[in-house]
């Protein structure tokens, strides 16, 4: 391993790129990882509100349980965060995020802090299963884990109860097999489309709902030449909510699109937003989608020896993971292309 010696403090500027709270996620995870002490200011610098929200601290918290952390700063509204890990994470832990707050990023940190364990890790989190400006629990179980089976981490996530914004009240687990060792991947190509399977649902809502977005979503893909199959969920949770979620497996990895759903918006355009999501990831013949694009970053950052992804659509996240992990593993890493448009990303990672 081409780890940093000694235990110099890392310091990261929470506002470069993106400058929001993925930055203080992974910076935090990672550090778990490599069991190397912190530190991230200007956290959150570049939002409305910057600092600590409720949804950040209870990272911060469960990363602190997780790794024996000793922690500064972990408190609504903090701007630095001093994060210094005694041990690598395993073993059963339990959040409630108390607001609507995204289950998926809880478990974006949760995931990353695992690699490399020894131990299993299990994480039951209650909170919002499917909110805005967060994927969906479901890609992150249909899309995103099969991806990182890819590159050897298995996790597995169940879905208890669906949470939407503003009550939230949703509840899922988190596992994590440990043991495991991360491995490097080249992913150039989508490869050919095997299937599309989807799931819509509707919480506390007719069961039209489902059935709506989901028939919307099948046929504008049927329009492209392929069948999907979209199951209808119907259940109740603390307050209304409903979306969908499409994942296509191809030869090499999966895809995804998702869209949410809110009030006044109809059912049908909200399953032809993911419908567009998804053929727009396909069209681009690049084998990861933006999400899955971003969040795999840190993984490529922890395999050893090059990794080489495309990406059908570059976002601003994807770029601050890769700049985080130059500042943070000391790894080299590069990319092609423009924010918003497709993009390639080269890793060379230190092995861990």
Request: aromatic content about 4%; some cysteine.
């Amino acid at each position: 391993m081409n780890l940093r010696e000694g235990k110099t403090m890392i310091r990261i500027d929470g506002s470069v790129g993106e400058g929001g709270g993925s930055i203080l996620r992974y910076a935090l995870a990672l550090a778990c990882v490599i069991r190397e002490p912190v530190e991230v200011y200007n956290v959150r610098a570049r939002r409305s509100r910057p600092g600590l929200r409720p949804q950040h601290l209870a990272v911060v918290r469960l990363l602190k349980e997780m790794a024996d952390a000793d922690v500064e700063g972990a408190e609504v509204g903090s701007t630095r965060v001093v994060f210094r890990p005694r041990r690598r994470p395993g073993g059963r832990f339990s959040v409630d995020i108390g607001t609507a707050g995204s289950i998926s990023l809880l478990f974006q940190a949760a995931l990353a802090a695992s690699v490399g364990s020894e131990e299993d890790v299990r994480v039951e989190a209650v909170g919002g299963t499917d909110v805005p400006r967060a994927p969906p629990i479901d890609y992150m179980k249909e899309v995103f884990l099969k991806n990182l089976r890819i590159m050897g981490v298995e996790a597995r996530i169940e879905v208890v109860r669906r949470g939407h914004y503003p009550r939230g009240g949703g509840r899922a687990v988190l596992e994590v097999r440990g043991g495991g060792r991360v491995r490097p991947i080249r992913l150039v190509e989508r490869g050919d489309v095997r299937e599309i399977r989807g799931r819509a649902h509707a919480t506390s809502l007719p069961g039209h709902v489902a059935e709506r977005m989901a028939r919307s979503a099948e046929e504008r893909i049927a329009k492209e030449g392929w069948r999907a199959w979209v199951e209808r969920e119907v259940g109740e949770g603390l307050g209304p909510g409903a979306g969908i979620t499409l994942w296509a497996k191809t030869s090499v990895s999966t895809l995804g699109g998702d869209s949410l759903g809110r009030r006044g918006k109809p059912s049908e355009v909200v399953g032809l937003e993911a419908a567009e999501a998804l053929i727009g990831a396909l069209r681009s013949g690049a084998p990861m989608d933006p999400h899955s694009g971003d969040m795999v970053i840190p993984y490529l950052a922890l395999a050893p020896g090059e990794s080489e992804i495309r990406i059908s659509r570059l976002t601003l996240h994807a770029i601050s993971n890769v700049k985080l992990c130059e500042s943070l593993l000391g790894v080299s890493a590069e990319f092609e292309g423009e924010e918003g448009g497709p993009g390639r990303v080269v890793v060379r990672g230190i092995g861990i």
